[in-house]
């Protein structure tokens, strides 16, 4: 148990356009949700957290009006990175949890061009 | 403030040798999760164990090995007889009680030569 899935794994996109990245917990229930960046060969870092049926709350830093986060049901949240430019590249990481866990996904390869 | 140091940027060494992956933390907490996650070459973290900080007990999971010591606020993790599929981006991470933040060191990238 205790799954968590990202769509799309990668995607590809131009500068200026927008782009949503799905997170959802399979088999649990997950009030609470984070969104992780990570450039190549560093470390993570926490972007925000996300809290089913209210606002998320972001890291110092972290322009929400840029990466607008929507926690909106308790398997679901979705990352939209909005008007990306070439230095929103990234791995973008989510995790669920549940408990005393965090539980991660995948991960999301954004390339903007 | 909490805080997770991997010195160790990188290590290589040959297969079936051990090798320990180093990881001191800080934290005002007296109360306080110690975490290990291994990210292969997919990017996928993979979570590898959870230490409360009550419990001081050294953990043996098959070839994986952890030493908590927290009067050194250490939590040094060691894989013996190391294999090529340990090659990986290592990450020891720190929740404090109360908080559910985790706080990530820089983590280690081990290679495993054949």
């Known amino acids: 148990g205790a799954v968590v899935s990202q769509h799309p794994s990668r995607v590809i996109c131009k500068s200026g356009t927008s782009v949503k990245i799905e997170c959802r917990s399979l088999d649990f229930q997950a009030t609470t949700m984070f969104w992780y960046r990570q450039f190549p060969k560093k470390s993570l870092m926490l972007m925000a957290t996300s809290n089913e049926g209210s606002k998320a709350t972001y890291e110092q830093g972290v322009e929400k009006d840029k990466f607008l986060i929507n926690h909106a049901s308790l398997t679901l949240s979705t990352l939209t990175v909005t008007s990306a430019h070439p230095e929103d590249s990234s791995f973008y990481i989510c995790?669920?949890?549940?408990?005393?866990?965090?539980?991660f996904g995948p991960g999301t390869r954004l390339t903007v061009t | 403030a909490q805080k997770v140091t991997q010195a160790q940027t990188e290590i290589s060494v040959v297969e079936k040798e051990d090798v320990t992956l180093d990881c001191v933390y800080e934290t005002r907490d007296t109360t306080y999760y110690l975490f290990w996650y291994k990210q292969p070459p997919s990017g996928e973290l993979v979570f590898l164990i959870r230490?409360?900080?009550?419990?001081?007990q050294n953990e043996i999971s098959g070839r994986y090995s952890w030493n908590f010591q927290k009067s050194t606020s250490s939590f040094n993790f060691t894989i013996t007889a190391s294999q090529v599929v340990d090659s990986a981006v290592y990450f020891c991470a720190l929740r404090g009680v109360g908080n559910e933040k985790l706080t990530f060191g820089t983590g280690t990238r081990l290679t495993i030569i054949p």
């Open positions: 230490r409360n900080s009550f419990d001081e």
């Open positions: 995790s669920a949890q549940r408990g005393y866990e965090q539980y």
